[in-house]
Each structure stands twice: as C-alpha cells, then as structure tokens.
C-alpha cells in the first residue's frame, strides 16, 4: 500500500503565478483534505472532498480551489500566488462518512513563493 | 468553533525521562481528539485518537493518553524517552462544530537529550 501520495515534493514559484498541487489517496479512502502548514506552525484546513465535491471549506479565500476525480484523486489549485502562500501543503485520506475516522496524511509538497 | 492549545512550544527531556506534552482543548460538543507526531521534512502520523469510551488511549511507540473531560485536557505522555521520539507533535480536536476539519494546535516540539 504507497498511502496518500502528493506531487511534486518541492516547488518554486513568482508572485502572481498560479500553481496546482496533486494528490493520490489511500487505497480505499473516498475523501480528501487539504492543509496548509505555515513555517512553524500547525496545519490549517483549506478544505474538503467528497464524491467529487466540496464538503467544508475553512477560512481560505477564493484563490485556493479544489477538485476531486472520479478515482477519488484531488488537486489544489492556487491563484494568484502570494509570498504568504509559502508553505507546506498536506493532502490526507480517510474512508466513510465518518468525523472520528482516522486520517493519513502524505509527506506534503514545499511551495516558495518568491 | 473548537480549537487547541498546547502549552510549550518547546520541552526538553533526558532520555529514560517521562515524556509529558500538555494539550488542552475548548469544544461545546464532545470532542474527538487526535494526536500526531511530525518528523523532519515528513508528513503527519498518528499516534492515537479519543473518540468515546475508555478516557486512557494507548497509542503507538509507548505513547497514551488521557482525555479529562472536568479539566478539557488531553495531555500525551510516555514513561521513558527515546532519542528517536525527537519530533514536533500536534494535539488535533474536531466535532460537530467543525465537521470533518481538524483543527491542530501549534504544536510542541521534543528534544531528547543523552
């Protein structure tokens, strides 16, 4: 079992670019989150998929958008890139309709913005 | 909303010593909580999770846990250090304020002295 896989590890980009950050699930997981996790920091929630679709969305603006694949892969998708933005992106996968079910998480992808 | 504090961002133990990483945590619902250890440049593990039942969880690597509802605590503990325990820990809470978000705290780095 690889667990939850993401692409690419480490990225660079300008301001003002936009950029997409990927991710594969566990095998057998239906859902997807996204966090971002800020240089000593906790990780923060953007959002989550399900079905396809955005279930909850924390307090991020417009500029991150999602999107989740019938074989339950998802994408981040950031516009308009800040220096704000640099961070470390976390994908997790977790399975059923369930709040307490355990979520794992992939090793992240590192984004400069410079 | 729920949300986590972790008192300490830093603690510094000798090995063989008691491992004892503080996390308090305010929810208006019963809350599920988590705690999930992070290695240099990896993503997040979990280590164990409080959802109903049993007030003492025992985790993975010799950690548990124990939710004390009267003191809104969930405090991880481990009797003797290791050198590999060296790592940020994150205590996480969710509940049917947040749904499926998991809402992390700060975060306590350990460093285990010889």
């Known amino acids: 079992d690889a667990g939850v896989t993401q692409s690419p590890t480490h990225l660079i980009k300008t301001r003002g670019q936009q950029v997409t950050l990927r991710c594969s699930p566990k095998?057998?997981?239906?859902?997807v989150s996204w966090y971002q996790q800020a240089l000593g920091q906790g990780p923060q929630f953007i959002f989550q998929?399900?079905?396809?679709?955005?279930?909850q969305r924390g307090n991020f603006p417009d500029r991150f958008s999602g999107h989740q694949f019938p074989n339950y892969s998802s994408e981040l998708n950031v516009n308009a890139l800040l220096l704000g933005d640099s961070a470390l992106y976390l994908c997790?996968?977790?399975?059923?309709?369930?709040?307490?079910?355990?979520?794992?998480f992939g090793q992240g992808t590192r984004l400069t913005v410079v | 909303a729920q949300s986590v504090t972790q008192l300490g961002s830093h603690v510094s133990v000798s090995e063989g010593a008691l491992v004892l990483l503080r996390c308090n945590y305010s929810?208006?619902?019963?809350?599920?909580l988590f705690w999930y250890v992070q290695y240099p440049n990896q993503g997040l593990q979990l280590l164990l999770k409080?959802?109903?039942?049993?007030?003492l969880v025992k985790g993975i690597n010799g950690f548990e846990a124990e939710f004390k509802k009267s003191e809104t605590s969930f405090h991880l503990t481990k009797p003797s250090a290791h050198m590999s325990d060296a790592a940020e820990y994150f205590c996480?809470?969710?509940?049917?304020?947040?749904?499926?978000?998991?809402?992390f705290g700060k975060g306590t780095s350990l460093l285990v002295t010889p």
């Open positions: 997790a996968s977790s399975s059923a309709n369930l709040m307490n079910t355990e979520a794992f």
């Open positions: 095998s057998g997981h239906d859902t």
């Open positions: 998929y399900y079905e396809e679709e955005e279930r």
């Open positions: 929810s208006s619902v019963p809350p599920y």
């Open positions: 409080y959802t109903t039942g049993a007030t």
């Open positions: 996480a809470v969710t509940s049917g304020n947040s749904g499926y978000a998991l809402n």
